[in-house]
């Protein structure tokens, strides 16, 4: 459960919820707990081990809650609501037993440089390993200008509101199936297992980083497009949320461009569409066009981004 708090933010209009919800149901979360602790490692219930040598402290975790239902003015939130997966970019040596050596010079030296940029508060390595970077009461320069929306609430600024979750790789322009290695999606299964159980965290709101970037300075999703197909949910014990609509575009009239459009594969496409066909269904409601109607969405976006940087 989110811990939250009134706070005096200026309450706005805020859109309706697509009434054609993805297919997805949520997934209930394992209870999973700590068996070990010591000062580099935690052992966990399900088998996850977590490498703490990397921890570093960054700005605390706080941001605003917009409610998805006309309830009322925002909420000042402090706990983790979702999970932003990744992968760090990397171009690295390929995945095979004669590429040891280099590949642990790689791995260490992308965990040194997101150490110094507090850019995740978790990266799995190649062999699996899973590394705590940020630590999970603090905020990582993650996610970029990004938003999220569930049932219950709209998120901006994911960087605040959701963990960053990054898998040393890289991923390809409209890839069918996952480039992460089979250690490294077990790892994830594992750690994703602890992070829900451990903040209560929706599967609905376990996310990948091309469905929550956005560009501001010309209204389009899909600034970054890592994980923009691919993504192994299944694998993960989570439901397929490629189909949710992406709320970048029914709750704040973004645009998909052509280039994300190529950029993701058919599973997010169906977002894509969903997310349209509640856009105009918004219009007919407010009987106006969906030219107008994405025009106000728009500008409740920018009021709504002022007030979350309160």
Not at 157 to 180: C, D, I, K
Not at 193 to 207: G, P, T
């Amino acid at each position: 459960m989110l811990m939250v708090t009134s706070t005096r933010a200026e309450a706005l209009e805020t859109p309706r919820p697509p009434s054609r919800p993805a297919p997805a149901l949520d997934a209930p979360a394992p209870d999973v707990w700590v068996v070990v602790k010591t000062g580099s490692e935690e052992t966990y219930s399900n088998g996850l081990r977590i490498d703490n040598r990397y921890v570093v402290a960054h700005y605390p975790r706080s941001y605003l809650l917009f409610p998805a239902d006309h309830s009322g003015p925002p909420l000042r939130a402090y706990d983790p609501a979702g999970i932003v997966f990744h992968t760090t970019e990397s171009h690295v040596a390929p995945f095979e037993a004669g590429r040891n050596d280099e590949l642990r010079r790689a791995g260490e030296s992308m965990l040194e440089y997101v150490r110094r940029e507090f850019a995740y508060h978790f990266v799995i390595d190649r062999f699996g390993r899973v590394y705590r970077v940020v630590a999970e009461a603090d905020a990582a320069d993650h996610a970029g200008p990004s938003l999220w929306a569930d049932r219950h609430w709209l998120y901006l600024n994911l960087n605040r509101s959701f963990l960053g979750v990054a898998f040393e790789g890289h991923t390809e322009p409209g890839q069918a199936e996952s480039t992460a290695s089979p250690a490294q999606v077990r790892s994830a299964a594992m750690l994703t297992e602890m992070l829900r159980s451990r903040y209560h965290i929706a599967a609905a709101n376990c996310v990948t980083h091309a469905q929550v970037s956005v560009n501001p300075a010309n209204m389009q999703v899909g600034y970054h497009t890592d994980w923009a197909s691919g993504f192994p949910f299944e694998q993960l014990g989570l439901p397929d949320n490629y189909a949710q609509p992406l709320p970048a575009i029914w709750a704040f009239g973004f645009l998909a461009s052509a280039d994300f459009r190529a950029a993701t594969g058919e599973r997010m496409a169906d977002g894509v569409e969903r997310a349209e066909e509640a856009l105009r269904a918004g219009a007919q409601a407010e009987h106006c066009s969906p030219a107008v109607y994405r025009k106000r969405l728009q500008d409740g976006y920018r009021r709504r981004l002022a007030g979350a940087t309160r």
